[in-house]
């Protein structure tokens, strides 16, 4: 079993469909992860705490911090009805009830968050023609968080 869930992880780190973030202290003690892939063509946020960070305020803030860094305009969550936990998270970072789902007898809420805002860095004019200038500032752009350039 525990070999099947390496394969599996391994596999995960690896795909071209998987945004993969794994949580630690400060002193290297695994607290969490979260996990955005992509499965037909909308991605589909999974996250888990290990127990002792649980009922801490930690998953509001995990979550925030793997949208914001994962730059995904888009992301779906399913989550058992009766899990509150977990809703109270995905409301506090912007998803919004789209439907219900029963599989297996089990029925899930599927929420959605779509970042309707978009960041336009302006360049004008200030490449001053010179393309090499123009590729920096476009660079700047994207890794200040911008969504667009302007010119």
């Given amino acids: 079993m525990w070999d099947d869930h390496v394969r599996w992880f391994n596999s995960k780190l690896k795909a071209w469909n998987c945004i993969f973030y794994i949580v630690e202290t400060d002193d290297g003690v695994p607290a969490g992860q979260i996990r955005f892939e992509n499965r ?3 991605w589909v946020a999974s996250m888990s705490l290990a127990a002792p960070f649980r009922g801490r305020g930690s998953a509001s803030g995990l979550c925030r911090a793997a949208m914001r860094r994962s ?3 888009e992301i779906v969550a399913w989550t058992r009805e009766t899990n509150v936990s977990a809703l109270r998270v995905l409301y506090a970072n912007g998803f919004r009830d ?3 789902e ?3 007898g089990t029925v899930y809420r599927v929420l959605r968050f779509k970042d309707d805002v978009w960041i336009v860095a302006e360049m004008s004019a200030n490449h ?3 393309i090499a ?3 920096a500032i476009i660079r700047a752009a994207k ?3 911008a969504d ?3 010119l």
């Fill in 40 to 42: 037909h063509g909308e």
């Fill in 71 to 73: 730059g995904l305009k």
């Fill in 98 to 100: 789209e439907r219900e």
């Fill in 148 to 150: 667009a350039v302007k």
């Fill in 143 to 145: 890794d200040a968080g």
């Fill in 133 to 135: 200038r123009a590729k």
């Fill in 128 to 130: 001053r023609g010179d």
């Fill in 102 to 104: 029963t599989v297996d």
